[in-house]
């Protein structure tokens, strides 16, 4: 980050400002139109004219974004900027529970694969569900569901009578588990070819270094995680009390 003093008694342009987060003077300016930044000063000739307040809000929202994403980034700083604390709280409290909900899946993949290479697997006591279930406990559309049958990542039964589709326990094991590598933006030809594997046991390699790397990325996400927390909570320290 480019250390810049400000431009006149303590205010920053906003090339000022983009210099020193390595964006452009337009970036700047659209953030502060949308909300992620406060509202900023006027010159007389309408041009704006940034604090260290602002600057703060800049570095808050670009470490936000390593850890939560663009557009939680950008709710929880306009909650924010409208004094709206709970609502930009709530926001990163669901962030936490999906990144919470992505180890603990990853935990059991890893678990199944163990069982899978290491040695038979144990009889199933649990019924089949319809697809449904599985939309509703991933988060998903049964149509992304039956998209990836499609892809061959999914083989779901069939219900005899009905002919509906019905996820076995190994099936949502498969659904969670392509679910895990989708997040991590591995394509749905890469993510069948390791459930394939996973099928027959024979491909542990590749799927562990699948779920090695994507674990490594939970990782450095819930770290940007405390980083965008604390940019947040100097911003937060820094705009001037109501």
Same mark, same amino acid.
């Given at each position: 980050? *480019? ?8 205010? =920053?342009?906003?090339?000022? #400002? ?13 953030? *502060? ?31 936000? $974004? ?5 557009? /939680? ?10 004094? *709206?604390?709970?609502? /930009? #709280? +709530? @926001? $990163? ?11 603990? @899946? ?24 319809? $697809? ?11 149509? @992304?569901?039956?998209?990836? *049958?499609? /892809? ?10 009905? +002919?509906?589709?019905? =996820? ?17 933006? =591995?394509?749905?030809?890469? $993510? /069948? ?5 996973? +099928? ?7 799927? &562990? ?14 770290? &940007?995680? #405390? ?16």
């Amino acid at each position: 980050m *480019e250390a810049v003093k400000p431009s006149n008694g303590g205010k =920053y342009r906003p090339v000022d #400002l983009a210099r020193r987060h390595g964006l452009s003077a337009q970036a700047v300016r659209n953030y *502060e139109r949308e909300g992620v930044l406060p509202p900023a000063e006027r010159t007389l000739n309408g041009y704006r004219r940034f604090t260290e307040v602002h600057a703060k809000a800049l570095s808050a929202y670009l470490a936000l $974004i390593v850890g939560h994403g663009h557009a /939680a980034s950008g709710d929880i700083m306009r909650a924010v900027n409208r004094g *709206e604390i709970d609502t /930009a #709280l +709530r @926001t $990163i409290d669901q962030s936490h529970g999906l990144l919470h909900r992505d180890r603990e @899946t990853l935990d059991a993949v890893e678990t199944a694969v163990a069982t899978l290479v290491g040695a038979e697997p144990a009889p199933q006591t649990r019924a089949a569900v319809p $697809i449904s279930v599985v939309a509703h406990r991933l988060g998903l559309r049964p149509a @992304t569901l039956r998209k990836w *049958e499609l /892809a061959g990542v999914l083989r779901p039964q069939r219900d005899p009578g009905t +002919r509906h589709r019905v =996820y076995a326990p190994d099936d949502v094991r498969d659904a969670e588990l392509a679910h895990l590598l989708r997040r991590g933006g =591995y394509r749905l030809d890469h $993510i /069948a070819t390791v459930l394939r594997r996973v +099928r027959d046991a024979g491909g542990a390699e590749a799927l &562990a270094g699948s779920l090695s790397q994507w674990r490594k990325r939970l990782t450095e996400r819930g770290q &940007a995680m #405390l980083t965008g927390a604390g940019r947040l909570a100097e911003y937060l320290d820094s705009r001037p009390q109501p």
